[in-house]
């Protein structure tokens, strides 16, 4: 059973960072796509980024791209998502997910649905 771990959320000030880190355990295959989603209360849970475990493909969401770099570490099952420039609209409960690759379907309005397995989230507050 795939597990995930979600570390890193709180409140910051808009143009601030933060970064959030994924602890992975449990993968049964070394070829696996693994990122994040988030949601607001009351709206759809969306992408933001993923990464490939195997080649390192990466893919941002345009509302993140250019602020947000996705990163990690395979020998650690770890993965980061450095958060820059930080909005007020970036506020909402983060997502670490995982399926069997990392590719523009992840930013389909069914993704979700796609996905394998979740974490249970962290908070990311953008507030002055």
């Known amino acids: 059973q795939v597990q995930l771990v979600e570390s890193g959320g709180g409140l910051v000030q808009p143009g601030g960072s933060l970064r959030l880190s994924c602890a992975a355990s449990?993968?049964?295959?070394?070829?696996?796509?693994i990122g994040w989603f988030r949601q607001v209360p009351g709206k759809e849970r969306e992408g933001v980024s993923c990464?490939?475990?195997?080649?390192?493909?990466?893919y941002y969401s345009d509302s993140v791209k250019g602020r947000f770099t996705i990163s990690r570490d395979n020998a650690k099952n770890t993965v980061w998502l450095q958060m820059n420039s930080l909005k007020p609209e970036d506020t909402a409960v983060y997502y670490c997910?995982?399926?069997?690759?990392?590719?523009?379907?992840?930013?389909?309005?069914?993704?979700?649905?796609?996905?394998?397995?979740w974490g249970k989230g962290t908070l990311v507050t953008v507030s002055s």
């Open positions: 990464i490939s475990s195997s080649d390192g493909s990466l």
């Open positions: 997910a995982t399926h069997n690759a990392c590719g523009s379907f992840w930013f389909y309005e069914n993704a979700p649905k796609r996905m394998y397995y």
């Open positions: 449990g993968f049964t295959s070394d070829y696996y796509g």
